[in-house]
């Protein structure tokens, strides 16, 4: 039965609530639907809710699946932080990530002393360390409910229990191996959404907080996933991400294996979907088939988002990649041998430990052979409990910030030059918005996720238009409709 089905008000409350999931959750949307009512008799005023989203878009997607639950509990969604209930939904990949939050928090504490019925919640990546929720029980008190990444389906069983109890409650699992489907998503954009094909990640990159956050990698069934696509692309949904720490290894750990290859080809033959977009590939992972795979289905972006975290080996080695610059170098070349036009991206990590001279123009180098569409340069960042973290040789902060400074300007110098080749051409873009600072432009995306500004109106969001790049503005372009789809 899809929640879509479900009449929570029938649901009868006398009774004990069901052991199985999802049934479960929805007898506590039911339940918390009196408990929001009764909080906004006693207010005066239909009860708000925000949810604030830091880090991934695999955040992104489970704060869609958080406003759901507000909203079937009853809660107006509201994107400011003055609302009755606000959500963080934290991210712990790098430290600033953490003392953002902490900021935020302070903050939505003055705004709590002025509103006695506001509540404040936390979940995500962050607590799942202890370190953090130490924290919070000794300074943050004020918070009413805190949760992880593994019990977010009980969202709305949580949400009860906030209301029933007068402290902090605070519920968090070491891992699990469920995945619940069939709870109510609220999306933020009705042509675009992002889709979990897996959860949790097993590589252990020894700089990297995530395997330690979300858990090991599981599977959904491929059945499940195109199930899900098809009743988004039945609701209008064009344009999908699918998402997952490693995309490139899904499937593998399913009853019946499937490649994510095999997945992609399915996706593609989903009728109303316009294009397929994937994050994130490890490069140890892709695969011959995959680059077919992209190459053959019409609908997958020729935009391929591939990690390269450094173009040393030796550093490679000791980040624990599970390959070298060469390798790297080669899969590059295959991928553009199948696919000349494809757009490449990349993440890549300054001052891991131990990081030379040498072992920077190492990266350099590589970063002037693929000559990426757009990198994400990050300087590294000390994560508690995770092997990198007790190294001994830390490198010199003063010199990671002249190598991060060398890097950004080479990164914006190649990405410009790219960006320029395709003034002049006419391209595909889904229209996505309507622009922020001129309200006679539309704001939309190229395949390679590459952003245009062109005239047009509110009605043609959602839809593709071929349209000409005008002019090159750096990292975006103007541009106008030649042609509709
Ligand atoms: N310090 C800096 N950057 C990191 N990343 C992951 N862990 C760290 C860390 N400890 C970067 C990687 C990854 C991206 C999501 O974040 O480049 O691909
Ligand atoms: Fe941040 Fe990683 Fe969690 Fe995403 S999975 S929110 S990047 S810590």
């Known amino acids: 039965m899809m929640y879509e089905n479900i009449d929570f008000n029938s649901i009868d409350l006398t009774q004990e609530p069901p052991v199985s999931e999802p049934e479960r959750q929805y007898y506590f949307i039911a339940k918390c639907r009196q408990y929001v009512k009764e909080q906004e008799e006693l207010a005066g005023h239909p009860l708000t809710a925000a949810v604030v989203t830091f880090g991934c878009q695999m955040n992104a997607r489970d704060s869609e699946k958080l406003s759901g639950i507000l909203e079937q509990v009853g809660y107006t969604l509201s994107d400011s932080e003055e609302a009755d209930f606000v959500i963080y939904n934290t ?90 489907e069939d709870l109510p998503v609220e999306r933020k954009y009705p042509f675009k959404s992002g889709i979990n094909i897996m959860f949790g990640c097993n590589n252990f990159c020894t700089y990297c907080i995530v395997p330690y956050v979300r858990g090991r990698e599981k599977s959904r069934r491929p059945k499940e996933i195109l199930q899900e696509i098809e009743r988004l692309a039945d609701d209008g949904v064009v344009e999908i991400m699918l998402l997952g720490q490693n995309v490139n290894s899904y499937g593998k750990n399913l009853e019946n294996p499937v490649t994510f290859a095999e997945l992609l080809r399915e996706v593609n033959k989903i009728e109303g979907l316009k294009r397929i977009r994937f994050m994130t590939s490890h490069p140890k992972d892709l695969s011959d088939d995959l680059i077919l795979a992209m190459k053959e289905c019409d609908k997958v972006c020729k935009h391929m988002h591939l990690p390269l975290q450094s173009g040393s080996s030796r550093i490679l080695k000791i980040m624990n990649r599970h390959y070298d610059k060469e390798q790297y170098l080669e899969i590059v070349r295959k991928l553009r041998d199948a696919i000349p036009d494809i757009a490449l991206t990349t993440d890549i990590i300054v001052g891991f430990p131990g990081e030379t001279e040498e072992d920077f123009m190492e990266t350099m180098d590589v970063v002037k052979q693929v000559e990426y569409d757009s990198a994400f340069t990050f300087i590294y960042s000390k994560r508690t409990g995770t092997p990198a973290a007790s190294m001994e040789n830390q490198c010199d902060p003063d010199e990671v910030k002249r190598h991060f400074d060398m890097l950004l300007k080479e990164v914006q110098q190649i990405s410009t030059r790219k960006a320029m080749e395709l003034e002049g051409k006419v391209v595909e873009v889904l229209a996505e918005e309507p622009n922020e600072q001129d309200a006679s432009l539309i704001t939309g995306r190229l395949a390679n996720n590459a952003v245009v500004h062109f005239p047009g109106d509110a009605g043609m969001i959602g839809k593709l238009y071929q349209v000409k790049l005008t002019e090159c503005k750096g990292f975006y372009y103007l541009g106008e409709v030649v042609a509709n789809e």
């Open 91 to 180: 991210c712990t990949v790098r430290d600033n990530a953490n003392q953002r939050v902490y900021g935020r928090l302070g903050f939505c504490n003055s705004m709590k002393r002025k509103n006695p019925h506001k509540k404040i919640a936390l979940c995500g990546c962050m607590m799942q360390e202890q370190n953090v929720i130490d924290k919070l029980k000794k300074s943050y008190r004020f918070v009413d409910l805190i949760f992880g990444t593994h019990n977010i389906f009980k969202f709305a069983e949580l949400l009860c229990r906030m209301f029933e109890s007068s402290g902090m409650v605070i519920d968090i699992w070491k891992d699990s191996d469920q995945i619940v």
